[in-house]
């Protein structure tokens, strides 16, 4: 790791966790909430300052409104980014650029409805399909779906429980399904799976009694075999509280069964992150209990050691 290096000349009013997508020439663009209500973006440009280019703000037209939460930033099966935002009431609006690569350059904000308590998680499918998740003020799971140029409506996510919290997670599995998993507010860790019949909840991954309870957001990916693993911040029970903790699937499709959780060797704080590097390797992070970024990475069959690579948060 290079360390903790400043994006470019960011602005001093930051209230929000970063979103970050790849534009469609692999550029990352970065998107976050201002003390004012507005979503600010930077961009990777080598002529700008160290490196980030801080243009105009997401959406034409100035503010989406009072907003609440992080953004969420995905790029659209087309190649354009887009945007999406939970305002105070619970309604999601949305911006796109207006062209694949055009930073800078946003279509207006536009209103897609939905009863949001969470941020809004999207997901690029296949078909030019992009599908945006969130947990409702009830505590179920909701997700819209852009379908034929439009937005399609939310719908619940099949007989999604109650008592959600925090922000889903959503991968793709390697059979096509949409996957997506969810905390609960017992500590709990729900997991539906989309096919053609609709959406199935499975036996949770973590039922909320000792030994299985988790907290925060989880983490999910595609691992290499074609299985998905997630990742989450075990509260409590026999593995050591704040230890991070991944779980993984057994088959390549949504019925499939789970391994017990297991631990990375690695004491974390709030939500982790998980990744695939360019080289093919797994790897997970976020802050640890010294308040300082790291990650462990997965080879030779085990969880290396945790590296540290920035603090002072």
């Not at 663009?29 to 979503?39: D, E, I, L, P, Y």
């Not at 055009?102 to 279509?107: E, I, K, L, V």
Request: hydrophobic residues 40%.
């Amino acid at each position: 790791w290079s360390g903790i290096e400043t994006v470019g000349d960011s602005p001093d009013d930051i209230a929000s966790n970063p979103a970050v997508a790849a534009d469609a020439n692999g550029d990352l663009t970065v998107f976050a909430r201002t003390t004012s209500g507005q979503v600010a973006d930077a961009w990777q440009q080598p002529s700008a300052p160290d490196g980030w280019q801080w243009g105009a703000l997401a959406g034409a037209g100035g503010s989406p409104g009072a907003i609440t939460r992080d953004p969420g930033a995905a790029r659209r099966p087309g190649g354009d980014v887009e945007v999406f935002v939970t305002r105070s009431g619970g309604t999601v609006r949305t911006t796109r650029q207006t062209a694949p690569n055009a930073d800078g350059s946003w279509t207006p904000w536009q209103g897609i409805g939905g009863s949001c308590a969470s941020s809004p998680v999207p997901l690029p499918l296949a078909h030019r399909k992009l599908a945006v998740f969130c947990v409702t003020k009830a505590g179920t799971a909701a997700v819209d779906s852009w379908r034929g140029g439009s937005w399609h409506g939310w719908e619940p996510a099949g007989a999604s429980p109650s008592g959600l919290t925090a922000n889903p997670a959503v991968v793709s599995g390697p059979a096509g399904q949409t996957e997506l998993f969810v905390t609960t507010a017992s500590g709990g860790l729900d997991y539906a799976w989309q096919s053609a019949g609709g959406w199935t909840w499975g036996t949770p991954l973590a039922d909320g009694s000792a030994g299985q309870q988790v907290q925060g957001t989880p983490a999910a990916i595609r691992w290499p075999d074609g299985q998905v693993r997630v990742f989450a911040q075990l509260a409590s029970g026999q593995l050591a509280p704040g230890q991070l903790g991944v779980i993984s699937q057994q088959g390549t499709s949504g019925p499939a069964a789970w391994s017990g959780w297991t631990t990375t060797g690695a004491t974390m704080l709030g939500s982790p992150a998980a990744w695939i590097s360019a080289s093919g390797i797994p790897a997970a992070g976020g802050v640890d209990a010294r308040l300082r970024m790291g990650s462990t990475s997965f080879a030779s069959g085990k969880w290396s050691a945790w590296a540290r690579f920035g603090g002072g948060f």
